[in-house]
């Protein structure tokens, strides 16, 4: 076998795949050389530079002949899937080109390395599928086969972080090969952590006029786990109207809202209205006197309406690909709700795992610490991918939410890349 394994690192954003494969060369006494990385936004650039401080950083993959790249035996990539739809329409797949994957091709083929690793979001699997019976989509399929037709032995699955001792729910699609045998992914030994393995504790809480209001009307032990949105009930969730945040509710109105929350998303209403269902309809007087009764009740609505916890509008109904309103269908009330209605989406509790972290999402995730909440500080992030301790992210905080918001699970990529490295040493690397 050769004394030291050398890979490539391409789509490398802060070097996830790359720490991942090193951990599983460490852990079989394999000395590993980074011979070439490729990586374009600027400040994962910066966060790469500050972990591997004497390497150069190659820019635009796309406009980097494969002849100058070094020899090596093993190629990572993250490679992003984004062109693949309009390549699709166009070309019905038959075709790389035009895609990043093409480049993961195209290196592959002219360097003819022992295998690869590569990582992808979870859609890929479905992405572009004819029959919803079909275990893959087109754009899956494609890509498999032209790994195939360069003489590669290919296996993918999903893996989800949680099984991995990391506390978040995140899953992807993982796609290795080597030259020699098919590598094994299945029957990980499985284990798992809550965010109180990985959170800090005594960091500076945050103060906000939405804030002071929520920790006026809840404890922190009642802000554990808890969802902060209008679009959905349950004891988990705290609407608008439990912090009084557009003005005060009495027990009546907040009863009504509560009920209004359930019965708009039921399908008889739009049988009612003779329009196709939606998630959340406009429910008139009359509808929701049917479900809540109170001597008083148009003047409950109108004030909450005046408040602006209610809408009053038209249903509305199905145009091409969108909806617009149906004004001659009669108005009723309606929750009023959005995606990010809130500074803060989620208060994860200790004993909870974290949900797939995006960097939108992230800037509305927060934590309790002491008396207060915050946001996560990016070691946590950090940790919450299973990065060591050691790793720098030195960078401004919503930057470092928007590079791991696309970064790789760590554990994840190193037991994945351990079955990879298991048919490279037990083939002694001659077969390239």
Same mark, same amino acid.
């Given at each position: 076998?050769?004394?030291?394994?050398?890979?490539?690192?391409?789509?490398?954003?802060?070097?996830?795949?790359?720490?991942?494969?090193?951990?599983?060369?460490?852990?079989?006494?394999?000395?590993?050389?980074?011979?070439?990385?490729?990586?374009?936004?600027?400040?994962?650039?910066?966060?790469?530079?500050?972990?591997?401080?004497?390497?150069?950083?190659?820019?635009?993959?796309?406009?980097?002949?494969?002849?100058?790249?070094?020899?090596?035996?093993?190629?990572?990539?993250?490679?992003?899937?984004?062109?693949?739809?309009?390549?699709?329409?166009?070309?019905?797949?038959?075709?790389?080109?035009?895609?990043?994957?093409?480049?993961?091709?195209?290196?592959?083929?002219?360097?003819?390395?022992?295998?690869?690793?590569?990582?992808?979001?979870?859609?890929?699997?479905?992405?572009?599928?004819?029959?919803?019976?079909?275990?893959?989509?087109?754009?899956?399929?494609?890509?498999?086969?032209?790994?195939?037709?360069?003489?590669?032995?290919?296996?993918?699955?999903?893996?989800?972080?949680?099984?991995?001792?990391?506390?978040?729910?995140?899953?992807?699609?993982?796609?290795?090969?080597?030259?020699?045998?098919?590598?094994?992914?299945?029957?990980?030994?499985?284990?798992?952590? %809550?965010?109180?393995?990985?959170?800090?504790?005594?960091?500076?809480?945050?103060?906000?006029?939405?804030?002071?209001?929520?920790?006026?009307?809840?404890?922190?032990?009642?802000?554990?786990?808890?969802?902060?949105?209008?679009?959905?009930?349950?004891?988990?969730?705290?609407?608008?109207?439990?912090?009084?945040?557009?003005?005060?509710?009495?027990?009546?109105?907040?009863?009504?809202?509560?009920?209004?929350?359930?019965?708009?998303?039921?399908?008889?209403?739009?049988?009612?209205?003779?329009?196709?269902?939606?998630?959340?309809?406009?429910?008139?007087?009359?509808?929701?006197?049917?479900?809540?009764?109170?001597?008083?009740?148009?003047?409950?609505?109108?004030?909450?309406?005046?408040?602006?916890?209610?809408?009053?509008?038209?249903?509305?109904?199905?145009?091409?690909?969108?909806?617009?309103?149906?004004?001659?269908?009669?108005?009723?009330?309606?929750?009023?709700?959005?995606?990010?209605?809130?500074?803060?989406?989620?208060?994860?509790?200790?004993?909870?795992?974290?949900?797939?972290?995006?960097?939108?999402?992230?800037?509305?995730?927060?934590?309790?610490?002491?008396?207060?909440?915050?946001?996560?500080?990016?070691?946590?992030?950090?940790?919450?991918?299973?990065?060591?301790?050691?790793?720098?992210?030195?960078?401004?905080?919503?930057?470092?939410?928007?590079?791991?918001?696309?970064? %790789?699970?760590?554990?994840?990529?190193?037991?994945? /890349? /351990?079955?990879?490295?298991?048919?490279?040493?037990?083939?002694?690397?001659?077969?390239?």
């Amino acid at each position: 076998m050769n004394k030291s394994i050398k890979f490539i690192d391409l789509f490398a954003g802060i070097g996830g795949i790359r720490k991942g494969f090193e951990i599983a060369c460490e852990r079989k006494n394999i000395a590993s050389e980074c011979v070439f990385t490729s990586e374009i936004k600027p400040y994962a650039v910066e966060v790469l530079k500050q972990n591997h401080p004497n390497e150069k950083i190659y820019g635009d993959i796309t406009q980097i002949d494969a002849k100058i790249i070094p020899d090596f035996d093993f190629l990572l990539a993250g490679f992003p899937c984004q062109a693949f739809s309009s390549a699709g329409k166009r070309l019905g797949f038959s075709d790389t080109r035009g895609t990043l994957f093409f480049e993961v091709e195209r290196i592959l083929k002219e360097k003819k390395p022992y295998g690869f690793v590569l990582e992808n979001v979870e859609g890929l699997v479905n992405h572009d599928r004819e029959n919803p019976k079909d275990k893959m989509g087109r754009t899956l399929s494609t890509i498999l086969r032209h790994l195939e037709d360069l003489g590669y032995k290919v296996t993918w699955k999903v893996l989800n972080a949680k099984y991995f001792g990391v506390p978040q729910e995140r899953k992807r699609i993982y796609i290795v090969g080597t030259i020699c045998d098919y590598p094994n992914l299945s029957s990980f030994n499985h284990h798992s952590k %809550v965010l109180g393995d990985i959170l800090e504790t005594g960091l500076e809480t945050e103060h906000s006029e939405f804030i002071d209001n929520l920790l006026s009307h809840y404890t922190i032990d009642e802000l554990e786990g808890k969802s902060i949105k209008d679009k959905r009930g349950g004891e988990n969730n705290i609407h608008s109207w439990d912090i009084e945040m557009k003005g005060s509710v009495s027990r009546e109105q907040r009863d009504l809202l509560n009920c209004m929350l359930k019965e708009r998303r039921k399908k008889k209403w739009a049988e009612e209205y003779g329009i196709d269902w939606m998630d959340g309809m406009p429910l008139t007087l009359e509808n929701i006197r049917s479900f809540y009764y109170h001597p008083e009740l148009e003047e409950l609505l109108n004030d909450l309406v005046k408040k602006k916890y209610l809408r009053y509008e038209h249903p509305k109904k199905k145009v091409d690909n969108h909806r617009e309103y149906d004004t001659s269908l009669p108005k009723g009330y309606n929750i009023v709700a959005g995606k990010m209605s809130f500074e803060i989406s989620r208060i994860m509790g200790r004993d909870d795992i974290a949900p797939t972290l995006v960097a939108m999402d992230m800037q509305h995730l927060y934590v309790t610490d002491g008396s207060g909440v915050r946001k996560l500080s990016l070691r946590e992030g950090l940790r919450l991918f299973g990065y060591p301790d050691d790793y720098k992210l030195n960078v401004e905080r919503n930057l470092g939410y928007d590079l791991l918001g696309n970064t %790789v699970v760590v554990p994840v990529i190193a037991e994945v /890349s /351990s079955r990879v490295l298991d048919i490279y040493c037990s083939d002694g690397g001659t077969s390239k």
